[in-house]
């Protein structure tokens, strides 16, 4: 079997929660990309809140300038956000689904319930140059619905697998596993370049990079918790190794 090189995607929001906890410029998320551009990222994803809770609008411009690898820009398929990407012309957009009073993305997008309206809104960002990806589950009534407005990503929520992970809950999450697994193998049947993310770890990571389908896997969290133990550098060094020997197994 031929496979690809998986790659990873490290997400540096919460680089900028820690800042915005206390106030001032401290400790800077742009810095942090850069840190995990040198240790062999090769994306760097951020997310623009509507609530500003963590991405600021100066930290994109910056990370704009600043990054050699590219840019996946997360936004909720509002008018403002879409301004904001056709401003930028990021070399990715994540389109999410968003509410204030979560704590972290929570869920897929309701792609297939939503179907005219977000077609019509990732037009534009298509036609900008945007590579458009939706975050959903795997459902494949969501996978088919993001193939027909014309997606070239769907990124497939990989937090309940995780979820059942630390809660000990092995049989579902080995079945949740195998729903993604399918999910993956649907998706790029009808398509689509697959991503995976959400909550992944160095526990949980192997069983997802083993998918041949998957192209690319976005973690975030995870990486900045376990850089206050051992480094930015260390922490992505190790999840890329993680992912790599799970990738050599396919070969």
């Not at 900028?16 to 551009?37: F, I, K, M, Q, S």
């Not at 100066?58 to 300038?65: E, F, G, V, Y």
């Not at 990715?92 to 977000?118: F, K, Q, S, Y």
């Not at 995976?196 to 192209?215: S, W």
Request: with cysteine; hydrophobic share 45%; net charge negative.
């Amino acid at each position: 079997m031929t496979t690809h090189r998986l790659r990873l995607g490290v997400n540096i929001d919460h680089v900028a929660t820690l800042r915005n906890a206390r106030g001032g410029a401290l400790p800077d998320p742009v810095r942090a990309a850069l840190l995990a551009e040198a240790a062999g990222a090769d994306g760097i994803t951020a997310h623009l809140r509507e609530d500003r809770r963590h991405i600021i609008d100066a930290d994109i411009d910056r990370l704009m300038a600043a990054l050699r690898i590219p840019l996946n820009f997360e936004m909720a398929a509002t008018a403002e956000m879409q301004a904001i990407a056709l401003r930028h012309r990021p070399h990715a957009v994540c389109i999410v689904p968003e509410r204030r009073a979560e704590r972290t993305t929570e869920g897929g997008l309701d792609v297939a319930g939503d179907e005219n309206r977000l077609g019509d809104f990732i037009g534009p960002l298509r036609e900008a140059g945007c590579r458009v990806s939706l975050f959903i589950g795997h459902d494949p009534r969501q996978i088919e619905a993001a193939a027909r407005i014309g997606a070239a990503v769907v990124e497939l929520h990989t937090g309940h697998y995780c979820d059942l992970h630390a809660e000990g809950r092995l049989a579902e999450r080995d079945q949740e596993l195998r729903h993604l697994m399918v999910g993956a193998a649907h998706a790029a049947s009808v398509g689509l370049e697959v991503h995976m993310g959400h909550g992944l770890g160095f526990e949980t990571v192997q069983p997802v990079a083993a998918a041949p389908e998957v192209v690319e896997l976005n973690i975030g969290h995870f990486l900045i918790g376990e850089a206050v133990f051992i480094g930015l550098g260390p922490a992505i060094a190790e999840m890329r190794r993680l992912m790599d020997e799970a990738r050599a197994a396919l070969a």
